[in-house]
C-alpha cells in the first residue's frame, strides 16, 4: 500500500531475563521502516524478524496503542516516551526519526518500579496509592441527582484538567528523586476541586502521601522533569495544590 | 431447543421493578460466605467487583492488564447516555428505549433494553458522586451532546475523554473496595478455561502472565466481563490485548455464543496507512455534531487539495441520503454509506480508502476555538497519526471494526445457560441488538456492572450453598492438566510462520468475506479458507520463548488459536442468517435504494450457538424476539 521511502535504524535495547537477573543492551537492526509505522509497530517488525530466527522477541508492555490507557512505557534516547511533547510512545512516529539513527531504549528505572522482564516493569505501586485514598467513599446506589450538586465550569475543567493522567508512571521515570508527586498530586487535586471530595479531602491527601512514601517513590524538588515527560501534560500546579491540601490537614 | 430468556411479562414499565421485588436476597450476615470470580474489570467488571464487594460478598477480580484502570473501556471517547431530558428537549426513558430498540434494528429483547433505559440516570448521578469530572456549562448544571441515532441531546461527557473517566470511577470504587478487604485483585492473569463441576460454573483456570503459572480459583458464581471479539479482523479499534478467549473457552464448556455476526464497523475511524499496521484509530463518533461527511462528486477531483474542490462539487452523501438526521445517521448506516461512495471510485486518501470530515462550515460558524475545546484532543490524535492538521483540511476517515453486539447468550439475570456463569457488558449479546448506538456501550457496562448483577446475583446465589467446591476438585485438576498440555502443544509446533502472519491472513478473510458487506458466496469460501488455515497453524506456527515465563508470543499464539476457530462460527452464524439488519448486511437481501431489508418472518430470533465437540457442527438454538411495545417497522432515517 505504501510507496514512502524507509529507514534503517539501530536499536539498542535493554534485555534483562528476570527480576533478579543482571540486564544489559542487545543491538538490533530495523529495516524498512517508514515514517508512519509508529514506534511500536517499528518494534514489532523487529520482533517478527526475532521469532523468525529462533529468537525471543524483546518484551514491552502495550494495549490500546492510542494513548490512553497508558500500558505503554519506555525510556528511548534517555526520555521516558521519547520527548515529543504530550505523546505516549505508542502515539511516536517514526516520522520524528531519520534514517541511520541509533536509538536507546530501556524500560522505566525507579525503585519502586522494579523490572519485571526486558522492558517490563511492575508499576503496582501506583495502584497503592491510589487504593489508600484516591476515591470518594460513595456507596453504588443512594446517591443524589447529578444536578443537585452545581460545580462551577472552571471548577470542572480544573478537575477534568488532573483527572487526564493516565498512570502510565513517566513521571516518576523521569523525576531524579523518582517522586510520584505529579501522579498522586493530580488525583488530589481532581477530588479536592470538587464539592464531591471535599468531605474526606485531608484524609485522603495524608493517606496518599504516606502510602507514596511506603512505596519507595522520593520526594518532589521542583525539577519539573515530570511535566515534561508526561504524556497528558499534567501541570505541575496540581503539586502545589497537594502540598497546601497537605498542610491544610496537618492542622486539621 | 427453544431457548427462553426469563424476562418478566407486564406492563413493560414495571418489569424490572416488579423482578427486583420477585428475586430472592441473601442476607446481609449471609453475603460474606459467598465468593465470586469476576473476569474482567473494565466498566461492566470493574463496576460489579466494586458494587458486589460493598455489598458484602468475596470478590475475587482478574485482568491480563498490570492495572484494572488499563481496561479498553478507557479508550470510549464521545459519552454516555441518558434518558435525563434536561435539555428539555422531549427525551423520556421510554425514548431511549425505542431508540435502542429501533437502533438495534429490532433483534434486542424489549424487558432488557427497557431496563438499560431505566437505570440510564442512576449511572450519571452515581459517577457523578465518584467525583467523574463530567462537561458543565457556566451555571454549574451537566452539559449535552448529541450522538447518531437520536434526535434529542441526551449524551453526558468529559471531554474527548468519557470512557475513561467512567472506567477511572469504576476504578476508584474498586480500589476502595480491595483496600476494605471485600476484593483481592489479581492482575496480569489470563482466563484459559471455564470449570464446571456437575453442570455448574464453579471457577477458572488462569495463567499468571509473568510467572507462566497456571493457577486454579473456585468460587460460587463466575462473571465474565471480558469486552468483545472484534480482534477476528486483525485491524480493529480494540487495544491489542483484546481477544474472544475467556469467552471461547466458556463457549467450549457449554455456554451458547449468540449472534457473532453482529459485528459493529465504526464510520470514523483513521484509514489504514500500511500493511505493517497494528491497529486503527476511531475518532468519536461526536465529531459528527459539528463535521460533514462528503467525497467529491467528479472523480477527477480526486487528486486535488480538498481545499480546492468548490462547494458545488462536493457530495455531502449523508444529508443527501438522510436528510433528517444527517450526519448523525447510525453507525451501521454511515459506514455503508462511507463504503458505497468509496466503491463508486469516489473514495479520497491512499487506495482510495476513505471520505471527508470536515469542520470547516463549523469553524466558520463557532470559531476555531470552540472546536478545540470540544475535540482539541481528538484532533491533535488525528494529527500525531497522520501529521496533517484538520483545522486547516478536512479529516480523512474510513470504517473500522469497533464492537461486538453478539457474545456469550444470558438470560435476564445476566446468567448464562451454564448455571453459576453469568456474563456482563460487551461479552454479552443482550441490548444492542443487531446495532449498538453511540454513546450505547459505556451506558450497558455500568448498568449491568452497578445496578444489574448486584440483584440478579442474589436471586442465584440465594439458591446454591457456599463454598461446596473448592479447588481440590478433580474437575480443577482436569482443566490445569488440559490447559497445560494445549500450552505444550503451541509450544512445541516449531514451525515457519508467526503468530502474527496467522492472524493477518485470517483478519484479511474475515474483513474481506466477512465485513461491511457479506454473501452466501463469500461466507463460504471463508468456511472453507479458514479451516484449512487453522489446519495449517497447528502444523507451522512458531511460537518462541519457554512456557513457564513471561511470554507475549505465547499469549498471542492462544488468542490466535481461539480467533481461528471463533472466525468459522462467525461466519456459519453470518451464512445462516439470510436476511440484513444492523450491523449484519448480507447484500443478496437490501431494498432497492441499498438499505438492510430484514426478514420478520423467519428470522425474528437470537440465533445461539451450542459446541457439539472439535470437528462436529454446531447446533443451533432460538430464542424468538417479541415486540409488544415497539412495533417491527422498516427501520428509516431518512
Redesign the interface.
Known amino acids: 500500500m505504501s510507496d514512502h521511502k524507509t529507514m534503517t535504524l539501530t536499536l539498542n535495547v535493554w534485555r534483562q531475563k528476570g527480576p533478579n537477573d543482571p540486564g544489559k543492551f542487545e543491538t538490533y537492526t530495523a529495516k524498512g521502516i517508514t515514517e508512519h509505522h509508529s514506534f511500536l509497530e517499528m518494534i514489532d517488525v523487529v520482533n517478527e524478524d526475532l521469532i523468525k530466527s529462533g529468537k525471543e522477541p524483546i518484551v514491552f508492555d502495550h494495549d490500546c496503542r492510542e494513548g490512553i490507557c497508558g500500558m505503554c512505557s519506555q525510556v528511548i534516547n534517555g526520555v521516558p516516551h521519547g520527548g515529543q511533547e504530550r505523546t505516549t510512545v505508542c502515539q511516536l512516529h517514526m516520522r520524528k526519526f531519520k534514517d541511520g539513527d541509533t536509538i536507546f531504549i530501556e524500560p522505566w528505572r525507579a525503585t519502586a518500579f522494579p523490572i519485571i522482564k526486558d522492558l517490563v516493569v511492575d508499576r503496582s505501586a501506583y495502584d497503592t496509592i491510589i487504593q489508600a485514598g484516591g476515591y470518594t467513599s460513595c456507596h453504588t446506589g443512594g446517591v443524589p441527582d447529578g444536578n443537585a450538586l452545581l460545580i462551577p465550569k472552571p471548577d470542572a475543567d480544573y478537575a477534568m484538567d488532573a483527572a487526564e493522567c493516565i498512570g502510565c508512571g513517566a513521571c516518576a521515570a523521569a523525576c531524579p528523586n523518582s517522586s510520584a508527586m505529579l501522579f498522586t498530586s493530580a488525583k488530589v487535586a481532581q477530588l479536592a476541586a470538587l464539592p464531591q471530595g471535599k468531605p474526606e479531602a485531608a484524609k485522603r491527601v495524608t493517606a496518599m502521601v504516606d502510602a507514596m512514601k511506603e512505596c519507595g517513590f522520593g520526594n518532589c524538588s521542583n525539577h519539573y522533569e515530570c511535566q515534561a515527560a508526561c504524556p497528558k501534560g499534567i501541570n505541575v500546579k496540581f503539586i502545589a495544590k497537594l502540598n497546601r491540601e497537605y498542610l491544610k490537614a496537618q492542622f486539621k | 431447543m427453544i431457548l427462553d430468556g426469563k424476562c418478566p411479562t407486564g406492563p413493560i414499565e414495571k418489569t424490572w421493578d416488579k423482578h427486583r421485588f420477585d428475586l430472592k436476597l441473601v442476607n446481609p450476615a449471609n453475603k460474606r460466605k459467598y465468593t465470586v470470580i469476576m473476569v474482567g474489570t473494565g466498566l461492566a467488571g470493574g463496576?460489579a467487583a466494586?458494587?458486589l464487594g460493598?455489598l458484602g460478598y468475596n470478590v475475587m477480580a482478574f485482568c491480563y492488564?498490570?492495572?484494572?484502570?488499563?481496561?479498553?473501556s478507557?479508550?470510549a471517547q464521545g459519552g454516555i447516555n441518558a434518558a435525563?431530558a434536561?435539555p428539555n428537549d422531549g427525551d423520556s426513558i421510554y425514548r431511549l428505549f425505542y431508540d435502542t430498540i429501533k437502533g438495534g434494528d429490532f433483534r434486542a429483547r424489549e424487558a432488557d433494553v427497557w431496563r438499560l433505559a431505566q437505570v440510564s440516570n442512576?449511572i450519571?448521578?452515581?459517577?457523578?458522586?465518584?467525583?467523574?469530572?463530567?462537561?458543565?456549562?457556566?451555571?454549574?448544571?451537566?452539559d449535552n451532546r448529541s450522538f447518531g441515532g437520536a434526535q434529542v441531546s441526551r449524551t453526558?461527557y468529559?471531554?474527548g475523554?468519557t470512557g475513561?473517566?467512567l472506567l477511572?470511577g469504576a476504578?476508584?470504587?474498586l480500589?476502595?473496595q480491595?483496600?476494605a478487604g471485600t476484593v483481592k485483585?489479581y492482575?496480569r492473569r489470563e482466563m484459559l478455561d471455564l470449570v464446571v463441576v456437575d453442570g455448574v460454573a464453579k471457577g477458572i483456570t488462569c495463567r499468571n502472565l509473568?510467572t507462566g503459572e497456571l493457577e486454579s480459583y473456585a468460587a460460587d458464581a463466575v462473571c465474565l466481563a471480558t469486552g468483545g471479539y472484534v480482534n477476528v479482523f486483525y485491524l480493529s479499534?480494540n487495544?491489542?490485548?483484546c481477544s474472544v478467549t475467556a469467552n471461547w473457552k466458556a463457549y467450549k464448556k457449554g455456554a451458547f455464543f449468540a449472534n457473532p455476526c453482529y459485528t459493529q464497523i465504526h464510520p470514523t475511524c483513521i484509514p489504514?496507512?500500511?500493511?505493517?499496521?497494528?491497529?486503527l484509530?476511531?475518532m468519536s463518533e461526536s465529531l459528527r455534531n459539528d463535521g460533514r461527511c462528503w467525497v467529491p462528486k467528479k472523480k477527477e477531483d480526486l487528486g486535488k487539495h480538498p481545499n480546492e474542490i468548490a462547494e458545488e462539487d462536493r457530495d455531502y452523501y449523508l444529508e443527501r441520503k438522510y436528510p433528517s438526521f444527517g450526519n448523525l445517521a447510525p453507525r451501521d448506516i454511515a459506514s455503508r454509506a462511507a463504503k458505497e461512495q468509496c466503491d463508486d471510485g469516489r473514495g479520497v486518501g491512499?487506495?482510495g480508502r476513505g471520505v471527508y470530515l470536515d469542520f470547516s462550515t463549523a469553524i466558520k460558524r463557532v470559531g476555531e476555538n470552540t472546536i478545540k475545546e470540544r475535540y482539541g484532543n481528538l484532533f491533535?490524535?488525528y494529527e500525531?497519526?497522520t501529521?496533517e492538521n484538520a483545522y486547516k483540511r478536512p479529516m480523512r476517515m474510513y470504517p473500522a471494526p469497533h464492537y461486538s453486539m453478539g457474545g456469550l447468550w444470558v438470560d435476564y439475570n445476566l446468567m448464562s445457560n451454564i448455571p453459576g456463569l453469568f456474563v456482563l457488558g460487551e461479552a454479552n449479546f443482550s441490548v444492542h441488538g443487531a446495532n449498538r448506538l453511540g454513546a450505547s456501550a459505556l451506558m450497558q457496562g455500568l448498568a449491568d456492572g452497578?445496578?444489574v448483577i448486584?440483584y440478579t446475583i442474589g436471586g442465584y446465589l440465594a439458591t446454591v450453598k457456599p463454598g461446596t467446591v473448592t479447588t481440590e476438585n478433580p474437575e480443577f485438576k482436569k482443566s490445569v492438566e488440559d490447559v497445560k498440555n494445549y500450552r505444550d502443544k503451541l509450544l512445541s509446533i516449531n514451525g515457519k510462520k508467526?503468530?502474527?502472519e496467522f492472524m493477518r491472513e485470517l483478519g484479511g478473510l474475515m474483513w474481506e468475506n466477512c465485513g461491511m458487506a457479506r454473501s452466501k458466496e463469500s461466507l463460504e469460501e471463508n468456511l472453507k479458507k479458514i479451516p484449512a488455515l487453522r489446519e495449517e497453524f497447528w502444523k507451522n506456527v512458531?511460537v518462541?520463548?519457554a512456557g513457564a515465563?513471561?511470554n507475549?508470543?505465547l499469549e498471542n499464539a492462544g488468542r490466535t488459536a481461539d480467533f481461528l476457530e471463533f472466525g468459522e462460527l462467525l461466519c456459519r452464524d453470518a451464512h445462516h442468517r439470510n436476511e440484513s439488519c444492523g450491523g449484519h448486511f448480507r447484500v443478496e437481501f437490501q431494498t432497492s435504494d441499498g438499505e438492510a431489508q430484514r426478514d420478520d418472518e423467519n428470522y425474528c430470533y437470537v440465533g445461539a450457538w451450542e459446541f457439539k465437540g472439535a470437528g462436529k457442527d454446531p447446533e443451533l438454538h432460538k430464542e424468538p424476539l417479541r415486540f409488544e411495545n415497539v412495533h417491527l417497522a422498516v427501520r428509516s432515517y431518512k
Open positions: 463496576a466494586a458494587s460493598e492488564q498490570d492495572s484494572p484502570r488499563r481496561a479498553h478507557i479508550a435525563k434536561y442512576n450519571i448521578d452515581q459517577c457523578v458522586a465518584q467525583g467523574v469530572p463530567f462537561a458543565r456549562d457556566y451555571a454549574g448544571y451537566l453526558f468529559a471531554r475523554q475513561q473517566q477511572l476504578y476508584s470504587a480500589s476502595r480491595i483496600k485483585m492482575n509473568i479499534t487495544a491489542m490485548g489504514q496507512a500500511g500493511d505493517y499496521q497494528s491497529k484509530t476511531l491512499p487506495g491533535e490524535m500525531k497519526i501529521d452497578y445496578f448486584p508467526t503468530v502474527s512458531k518462541t520463548g515465563d513471561l507475549q508470543d
